[in-house]
C-alpha cells in the first residue's frame, strides 16, 4: 500500500488563516461548498457563469488561527474514456507548509498492493498540477500575487516535494544497492529525482532521499510520520529558497536592464519613460521580496525540533535526517537572501537618485527655454509697442494725406480739368482771393477733423476685441465616445487636435455656436473641448464669450452646456443642473 505527501510552502500568516476559514466556512453550521479563484464581476446577478473545473471542499479540522484540514475532490475534466477519482487530503498550516496527501488505490489495472514507479510518476505529474489548481482557488489575491511574482508568472508549474510513504519495495535491497546507476536508481529518479543518499533504517525498513523528493519503504515506516513530516516541512522551505534565489538574479538583470538605459538615455528619447516603468516593476517586486523573507523568517522562528525517538530505528532515522542541523542551514541561507535583498534595495535607491538627477536636468533646460522664450516675446513686446506708436503716427499722416486729397479732387485735382465755376465763384474769388491764409486754415481744419473722425473709428474697432469673457473648466467626467462622435457631427468644427502617446490618446475641438436662443438670447460663445479618446473623460472645456452682448455668467454657460451634453446622452450618470438657463433649453427643446 503506497501513500502520497506532497509538500510545497506558500506564505500564510494568522490573518491569512482566519479568512480562509472564513471563506471555507469552517464555522458554519453547512461547511465547505464549490470554490474557484474566478470573481464575480455582477455579484446581484441571479447566475454566475464559471469555466468547467471546481474545487469540493469538505471541512474536517480546523483551529481558528493555526491551521486547517480539510478533503478536496477534484471535478476538473479530463480526456475522453479516462476516469479519474482523485480526493486530496489536504493540511494548511499558519507557518506556510501546504500538504497533500493522497493513498493509492489502484492506477489503471494496478492495485494498491502493486504499484509501479513509472505509473507513479505519472500520477505525481497529475498531483502536482491539479494541487497547483486547486490552492490557487483557495488563496487569497494577495498570496497569488506572491506566488506569481516569485514564479515569474509560472506559478501553475511550480515544483513540489514528494514523498512516498510504502509497506513494502521490491525488490528489497540494502540502501546503497538502489544507487547502482542502473535500473534501479533510473526507476527512482522519476519519482524523487536525482538520489542522493540511501540508508537502511532498522532490519526492515529503507530511507532514499532524493533531490525533489524521498521514498520511506517498509513495514515500519507509518510509525515515523511525525519525524518524516517535521523534515518534509524543512525540505519544502529548503526547495522554495532555491526559487528564492534565482528570482534575485532576475530582479539583479532588471537593475541592470535600468542602468543601462539611464547611462544611455541621451541616445534615445523613450528610455526615461522605460527607465520609470522599469524601476516601479523593481520597486514592487523588491517590496514583496521582503514580504516572503519576513514571513520565510517568522514561519523558522516557530518551528521547533522533535526529540529523539527512544527506539534504535526512530535513533537511526533522527540521526540520518540531522533535522537540528538542517533547520540551521535554512536559517542561514535566509539571513542571506536577506543581504541580497537588501543590497537589491539599495541599488533601487541609487538608480532612483541618478533618474531623479536625470529629471532635474531635463526641467532645467525646459526652464532655461521657457525663460529664453519668455525674454524673447517681452523684447518682441517692446519692439511692437515702439511699432504702434510709430504706427498710429504714420496712420494719421496717411489720413491726414487722404483728407487734402479730397479737397485737391473736388475741383478735379490733378486730373488736367479745367476748375468748375462753382469753384472759382464760391471759393476763389470770396475766400482764396480776399482772405489770405484763410483756405489754409480751413484745409487744417478739415485735417483735424478728419483724424478725429479716423481715431474714433479705430478706438471703436478696437473695443470691439476687448470684454470677453474667458472660461476653462476641469470636468474629468466620464463620457460616451459614441454619443460624443454624433454631438460633434453637428457643430461647425473649425480646429480638431489630436495627440497620441503609448499610453494615451488626446482630441481638441474647436468651434463656434450658432444657436443664440439656446445660449439665453445673447451672443453665442466659442467652445474648445478636450476629451480622452482611450479611455472616454471629458477633461476639460474653454469658453469665449463677448460679454458685451450676453447676460451669462460662469455658472450659467457651463449649466447650458452640460445640460445640453445630457440631452445627447454624452455624460454618463449626470442628473441636468436646475437653473433658468438649463430649464429655458429644455423647454425650448420639448418645443421644437
Same mark, same amino acid.
Given at each position: 500500500?503506497?501513500?502520497?505527501?506532497? *509538500?510545497?510552502?506558500?506564505?500564510?500568516?494568522?490573518?491569512?488563516?482566519?479568512?480562509?476559514?472564513?471563506?471555507?466556512?469552517?464555522?458554519?453550521?453547512?461547511?465547505?461548498?464549490?470554490?474557484?479563484?474566478?470573481?464575480?464581476?455582477?455579484?446581484?446577478?441571479?447566475?454566475?457563469?464559471?469555466?468547467?473545473?471546481?474545487?469540493?471542499?469538505?471541512?474536517?479540522?480546523?483551529?481558528?488561527?493555526?491551521?486547517?484540514?480539510?478533503?478536496?475532490?477534484?471535478?476538473?475534466?479530463?480526456?475522453?474514456?479516462?476516469?479519474?477519482?482523485?480526493?486530496?487530503?489536504?493540511?494548511? @498550516?499558519?507557518?506556510?507548509?501546504?500538504?497533500?496527501?493522497? /493513498?493509492?488505490?489502484?492506477?489503471?489495472?494496478?492495485?494498491?498492493?502493486?504499484?509501479?514507479?513509472?505509473?507513479?510518476?505519472?500520477?505525481?505529474?497529475?498531483?502536482?498540477?491539479?494541487?497547483?489548481?486547486?490552492?490557487?482557488?483557495?488563496?487569497?489575491?494577495?498570496?497569488?500575487?506572491?506566488?506569481?511574482?516569485?514564479?515569474? *508568472?509560472?506559478?501553475?508549474?511550480?515544483?513540489?516535494?514528494?514523498?512516498?510513504?510504502?509497506?513494502?519495495?521490491?525488490?528489497?535491497?540494502?540502501?546503497?544497492?538502489?544507487?547502482?546507476?542502473?535500473?534501479?536508481?533510473?526507476?527512482?529518479?522519476?519519482?524523487?529525482?536525482?538520489?542522493?543518499?540511501?540508508?537502511?533504517?532498522?532490519?526492515?525498513?529503507?530511507?532514499?532521499?532524493?533531490?525533489?523528493?524521498?521514498?520511506?519503504?517498509?513495514?515500519?515506516?507509518?510509525?515515523?510520520?511525525?519525524?518524516?513530516?517535521?523534515?518534509?516541512?524543512?525540505?519544502?522551505?529548503?526547495?522554495?529558497?532555491?526559487?528564492?534565489?534565482?528570482?534575485? $538574479?532576475?530582479?539583479?538583470?532588471?537593475?541592470?536592464?535600468?542602468?543601462?538605459?539611464?547611462?544611455?538615455?541621451?541616445?534615445?528619447?523613450?528610455?526615461?519613460?522605460?527607465?520609470?516603468?522599469?524601476?516601479?516593476?523593481?520597486?514592487?517586486?523588491?517590496?514583496?521580496?521582503?514580504?516572503?523573507?519576513?514571513?520565510?523568517?517568522?514561519?523558522?522562528?516557530?518551528?521547533?525540533?522533535?526529540?529523539?525517538?527512544?527506539?534504535?530505528? *526512530?535513533?537511526?532515522?533522527?540521526?540520518?535526517?540531522?533535522?537540528?542541523?538542517?533547520?540551521?542551514?535554512?536559517?542561514?541561507?535566509?539571513?542571506?537572501?536577506?543581504?541580497?535583498?537588501?543590497?537589491?534595495?539599495?541599488?533601487?535607491?541609487?538608480?532612483?537618485?541618478?533618474?531623479?538627477?536625470?529629471?532635474?536636468?531635463?526641467?532645467?533646460?525646459? $526652464?532655461?527655454?521657457?525663460?529664453? @522664450?519668455? /525674454?524673447?516675446?517681452?523684447?518682441?513686446?517692446?519692439?511692437?509697442?515702439?511699432?504702434?506708436?510709430?504706427?498710429?503716427?504714420?496712420?494719421?499722416?496717411?489720413?491726414?494725406? $487722404?483728407?487734402?486729397?479730397?479737397?485737391?479732387?473736388?475741383?478735379?485735382?490733378?486730373? *488736367?480739368?479745367?476748375?468748375?465755376?462753382?469753384?472759382?465763384?464760391?471759393? @476763389?474769388?470770396?475766400?482764396?482771393?480776399?482772405?489770405?491764409?484763410?483756405?489754409?486754415?480751413?484745409?487744417?481744419?478739415?485735417?483735424?477733423?478728419?483724424?478725429?473722425?479716423?481715431?474714433?473709428?479705430?478706438?471703436?474697432?478696437?473695443?470691439?476685441?476687448?470684454? $470677453?469673457?474667458?472660461?476653462?473648466?476641469?470636468?474629468?467626467?466620464?463620457?460616451?465616445?459614441?454619443?460624443?462622435?454624433?454631438?460633434?457631427?453637428?457643430?461647425?468644427?473649425?480646429?480638431?487636435?489630436?495627440?497620441?502617446?503609448?499610453?494615451?490618446?488626446?482630441?481638441?475641438?474647436?468651434?463656434?455656436?450658432?444657436?443664440?436662443?439656446?445660449?439665453?438670447?445673447?451672443?453665442?460663445?466659442?467652445?474648445?473641448?478636450?476629451?480622452?479618446?482611450?479611455?472616454?473623460?471629458?477633461?476639460?472645456?474653454?469658453?469665449?464669450?463677448?460679454?458685451?452682448?450676453?447676460?451669462?455668467?460662469?455658472?450659467?454657460?457651463?449649466?447650458?452646456?452640460?445640460?445640453?451634453?445630457?440631452?445627447?446622452?454624452?455624460?454618463?450618470?449626470?442628473?441636468?443642473?436646475?437653473?433658468?438657463?438649463?430649464? /429655458?433649453?429644455?423647454?425650448?427643446?420639448?418645443?421644437?
Amino acid at each position: 500500500h503506497v501513500s502520497l505527501l506532497v *509538500g510545497e510552502w506558500i506564505p500564510f500568516g494568522s490573518n491569512q488563516i482566519v479568512a480562509l476559514n472564513e471563506r471555507l466556512g469552517a464555522m458554519d453550521r453547512c461547511q465547505g461548498g464549490l470554490f474557484t479563484s474566478k470573481i464575480d464581476n455582477d455579484p446581484t446577478a441571479t447566475q454566475f457563469k464559471v469555466p468547467t473545473g471546481l474545487t469540493q471542499v469538505q471541512i474536517l479540522d480546523y483551529d481558528l488561527i493555526g491551521c486547517i484540514n480539510f478533503e478536496a475532490e477534484i471535478n476538473y475534466p479530463e480526456a475522453e474514456g479516462i476516469v479519474q477519482v482523485e480526493n486530496f487530503g489536504m493540511h494548511l @498550516n499558519v507557518d506556510g507548509t501546504i500538504m497533500y496527501g493522497l /493513498k493509492i488505490e489502484a492506477i489503471m489495472e494496478r492495485k494498491a498492493d502493486d504499484i509501479s514507479l513509472d505509473m507513479l510518476s505519472r500520477l505525481l505529474v497529475d498531483v502536482q498540477k491539479d494541487s497547483s489548481q486547486i490552492i490557487n482557488d483557495l488563496l487569497s489575491a494577495y498570496q497569488r500575487s506572491l506566488l506569481n511574482m516569485i514564479f515569474c *508568472g509560472d506559478q501553475k508549474n511550480r515544483c513540489k516535494y514528494n514523498m512516498v510513504i510504502s509497506e513494502a519495495i521490491d525488490p528489497k535491497l540494502n540502501g546503497e544497492e538502489y544507487m547502482d546507476r542502473g535500473d534501479n536508481e533510473n526507476e527512482l529518479k522519476q519519482v524523487i529525482g536525482d538520489i542522493q543518499n540511501a540508508y537502511n533504517i532498522g532490519a526492515d525498513d529503507v530511507l532514499i532521499l532524493g533531490r525533489d523528493g524521498m521514498l520511506f519503504a517498509g513495514p515500519n515506516s507509518r510509525r515515523h510520520e511525525p519525524l518524516l513530516l517535521f523534515y518534509l516541512s524543512l525540505l519544502v522551505r529548503e526547495m522554495f529558497i532555491r526559487v528564492f534565489f534565482v528570482r534575485t $538574479f532576475v530582479l539583479d538583470d532588471l537593475l541592470k536592464k535600468v542602468r543601462t538605459l539611464i547611462m544611455e538615455h541621451e541616445k534615445d528619447p523613450n528610455n526615461i519613460p522605460k527607465v520609470r516603468t522599469l524601476l516601479n516593476t523593481a520597486s514592487r517586486d523588491i517590496i514583496l521580496l521582503q514580504e516572503i523573507l519576513s514571513y520565510l523568517f517568522e514561519s523558522l522562528q516557530i518551528m521547533e525540533v522533535p526529540e529523539r525517538p527512544e527506539d534504535e530505528a *526512530g535513533g537511526t532515522l533522527y540521526k540520518v535526517l540531522n533535522m537540528a542541523n538542517m533547520k540551521r542551514d535554512v536559517l542561514i541561507r535566509v539571513e542571506d537572501l536577506t543581504k541580497l535583498v537588501q543590497g537589491a534595495q539599495h541599488e533601487l535607491q541609487n538608480l532612483s537618485t541618478m533618474t531623479d538627477v536625470i529629471n532635474t536636468k531635463q526641467l532645467e533646460d525646459v $526652464f532655461k527655454n521657457v525663460e529664453a @522664450n519668455t /525674454k524673447y516675446l517681452v523684447d518682441a513686446s517692446a519692439t511692437n509697442e515702439r511699432a504702434s506708436a510709430s504706427l498710429e503716427v504714420m496712420q494719421m499722416i496717411l489720413a491726414g494725406m $487722404f483728407a487734402f486729397d479730397i479737397i485737391d479732387h473736388i475741383s478735379g485735382g490733378t486730373m *488736367g480739368l479745367s476748375t468748375p465755376w462753382w469753384v472759382e465763384q464760391w471759393i @476763389n474769388e470770396p475766400i482764396v482771393a480776399r482772405f489770405p491764409f484763410l483756405w489754409f486754415a480751413i484745409n487744417i481744419a478739415w485735417l483735424v477733423l478728419f483724424c478725429f473722425a479716423v481715431l474714433r473709428v479705430m478706438r471703436y474697432l478696437a473695443d470691439l476685441s476687448t470684454g $470677453f469673457l474667458t472660461l476653462r473648466v476641469k470636468v474629468n467626467a466620464k463620457i460616451n465616445l459614441d454619443k460624443m462622435d454624433q454631438y460633434l457631427a453637428d457643430k461647425p468644427i473649425d480646429i480638431t487636435d489630436s495627440m497620441e502617446e503609448p499610453a494615451m490618446a488626446i482630441k481638441k475641438v474647436a468651434w463656434q455656436e450658432r444657436d443664440r436662443a439656446l445660449w439665453g438670447g445673447g451672443a453665442a460663445p466659442k467652445v474648445e473641448l478636450t476629451y480622452d479618446v482611450q479611455y472616454g473623460f471629458l477633461l476639460s472645456v474653454l469658453f469665449q464669450l463677448d460679454k458685451k452682448r450676453s447676460e451669462l455668467d460662469e455658472d450659467g454657460l457651463m449649466r447650458i452646456f452640460t445640460a445640453s451634453l445630457a440631452e445627447h446622452g454624452v455624460l454618463e450618470d449626470y442628473d441636468p443642473p436646475r437653473s433658468k438657463y438649463a430649464n /429655458k433649453y429644455k423647454q425650448e427643446t420639448i418645443e421644437d
